[in-house]
């Protein structure tokens, strides 16, 4: 009796806490005043206990997590599939017995038991997914607090920039003025071919003053996750929500299987970590970890951490970071340009072109890194991108992220503001 009272209690709690996130998912996706007072007032807290826990350990809490996660579900699975043996067993040996001849057995013999045994087992099953269905709600509760309710909070353009989101895109292309109005305002051909110049000079002078080896790779000797941090802490001094504690960035265990992803680092709510792949070229680094960093102060659209992490980067008094962040960003500012001057190659040639260098220096991995990462892989590194992009897109379109992963090319209309301002 006291067992079912303490079984219908729990069910009580469980069902109030799932009552609990379903409202904080409603209020989050209606108020983007409860966001913005949610991530200033109550956020914090999180980053400054549970997020100064887990970063007592040396390694990626949230990483490791993960694997957990992927045992339980294939535990899970393997009982689920144990029970449906199981079941199927107990009902043909029932039928077998149901159809022996009654009158060939003694009147005072006992008929065979068919759940002689089940007891043990059917405890293990429901103590199993007991514990299952609440680490299902502490995932579902972690993520509210920790993620769902930032991507509705008022953007970091708009805080700092004024500037009002548009309701449409629209792309027009004129003789005099090539304008081009962003979902974040309007502006000219010459504003991005400006902005693009810009980013293509500070590349090219500062490729030039990197420390590098024989084979000109980069070499950096300074303490890169403190200095991401006192970066960001320095930045806050200038954008207020930057400001306070960060936790130290954390080099992922499964870099190689994260290279597959063509990922560069991961926020991880559950365990309000910054984790980067280490496997990375180096220049990939530094607006990494100051990226992910952004995150922990409740930023997490990733054209707003795209552009908290240049503007870190840029700020730096460290060569390698600000060349990290210059890097970042040429590509999606470059792009852009060329597809707004219409594809025409003379038309681009005619603008400050890239330095060889910096295109050798703006790689993903080193080729030799790659080489062992595919020679190595258990898995083929198409399925693991297309899973994991799949994965990604889901997960921000689920978010209110219409575009999906489209979102981390809109840093160029974020560098427009800064840049026009």
């Not at 806490?17 to 108020?31: D, E, K, Q, R, Y």
């Not at 099953?125 to 509760?141: D, E, I, K, P, Q």
């Not at 080099?251 to 994260?258: E, Q």
């Not at 962040?325 to 890239?354: H, T």
Request: glycine fraction near 6%.
């Amino acid at each position: 009796m006291q067992k079912i009272k303490n079984w219908k209690t729990q069910t009580k709690i469980y069902f109030i806490i799932v009552g609990m996130v379903v409202l904080l998912n409603i209020i989050a996706w209606s108020s983007e005043a409860f966001c913005d007072w949610y991530i200033r007032y109550v956020f914090p807290v999180w980053v400054n206990t549970y997020g100064r826990l887990t970063g007592l350990f040396p390694f990626s809490v949230g990483e490791w997590l993960i694997v957990a996660g992927v045992f339980l579900v294939i535990a899970a699975v393997i009982l689920m599939i144990a029970s449906a043996f199981r079941w199927i067993i107990r009902r043909c040996r029932a039928r077998h017995v149901d159809k022996q001849d009654k009158s060939s057995r003694a009147p005072h013999v006992t008929r065979p038991s068919v759940t002689r045994g089940r007891g043990r087992f059917d405890k293990l099953c429901c103590g199993f997914y007991t514990f299952f269905a609440w680490v299902l709600l502490a995932v579902l509760v972690l993520m509210t607090l920790n993620c769902t309710i930032l991507y509705h909070a008022t953007p970091f353009s708009e805080k700092y920039f004024a500037i009002e989101k548009a309701t449409d895109d629209v792309n027009e292309n004129t003789d005099t003025g090539n304008t081009a109005e962003t979902k974040k305002g309007t502006y000219t051909l010459q504003d991005l071919t400006a902005l693009r110049n810009m980013l293509v000079e500070k590349c090219n002078e500062l490729s030039g003053q990197m420390q590098r080896t024989e084979e000109g790779e980069i070499i950096y000797e300074g303490n890169m996750r403190k200095k991401a941090i006192s970066d960001m802490q320095a930045l806050g001094e200038t954008y207020d929500a930057l400001q306070g504690f960060y936790p130290m960035p954390k080099p992922l265990y499964f870099s190689d299987f994260v290279s597959q992803q063509y990922m560069l680092g991961y926020y991880f709510p559950f365990s309000m970590e910054a984790n980067y792949n280490k496997v990375a070229y180096v220049t990939n680094l530094p607006v990494t970890m100051c990226h992910e960093l952004a995150h922990l102060k409740g930023y997490i659209q990733e054209d707003e951490a795209n552009f908290i992490g240049f503007l870190a980067c840029i700020s730096s008094d460290d060569l390698l970071f600000q060349y990290s962040g210059y890097l970042s960003v040429l590509n999606y500012v470059n792009n852009d340009f060329y597809e707004a001057v219409g594809e025409d190659y003379e038309r681009y040639m005619a603008e400050v072109q890239i330095d060889r260098q910096v295109y050798e220096d703006a790689v993903f991995v080193r080729k030799e890194d790659w080489d062992r990462i595919e020679k190595e892989a258990v898995v083929d590194t198409e399925v693991v991108d297309a899973v994991s992009t799949g994965f990604v897109e889901t997960s921000l379109k689920l978010n209110g992220v219409d575009d999906g992963m489209v979102a981390y090319s809109r840093v160029v209309d974020l560098l427009l503001q800064w840049y026009c301002q």
